[in-house]
């Protein structure tokens, strides 16, 4: 993941749009690039991290393939996986950097 990985983020309306994620050297920052566009996420940032449907509060429309990161800032970010074991994967690994930060 250091290298970058492509994958799919969900808009609010639903839409799917291709990004590049990666985590920084040193394992404590998750970059995610859409277009010239780079949002830098502190992974001591990611509250939690909620994988598939059945999230309260937001307005994004989520299925079994989502993974979503709920940010300190209260801002929400959703990845749509290929699969479930992407999906498992990807939440397993992101968590296990992000609990290595706090």
Same mark, same amino acid.
């Given at each position: 993941?250091?290298?970058?990985?492509?994958?799919?983020?969900?808009?609010?309306?639903?839409?799917?749009?291709?990004?590049?994620?990666?985590?920084?050297?040193?394992?404590?920052?998750?970059? $995610?690039?859409?277009?010239?566009?780079?949002?830098?996420?502190?992974?001591?940032?990611?509250?939690? $991290?909620?994988?598939?449907?059945?999230?309260?509060?937001?307005?994004?429309?989520?299925?079994?393939?989502?993974?979503?990161?709920?940010?300190?800032?209260?801002?929400?970010?959703?990845?749509?996986?290929?699969? $479930?074991?992407?999906?498992?994967?990807?939440?397993?690994?992101?968590?296990?950097?992000?609990?290595?930060?706090?």
């Amino acid at each position: 993941m250091v290298k970058g990985r492509k994958m799919n983020v969900l808009a609010q309306n639903g839409s799917i749009k291709q990004c590049t994620a990666t985590l920084s050297r040193n394992l404590d920052t998750f970059r $995610i690039k859409v277009g010239g566009q780079t949002r830098n996420i502190e992974l001591r940032d990611i509250e939690e $991290i909620h994988a598939g449907e059945g999230l309260e509060g937001i307005a994004t429309p989520l299925d079994e393939l989502c993974a979503t990161l709920m940010l300190a800032s209260e801002d929400c970010i959703t990845f749509r996986m290929a699969d $479930i074991n992407d999906r498992d994967t990807f939440v397993m690994c992101l968590l296990m950097f992000c609990n290595n930060q706090k």
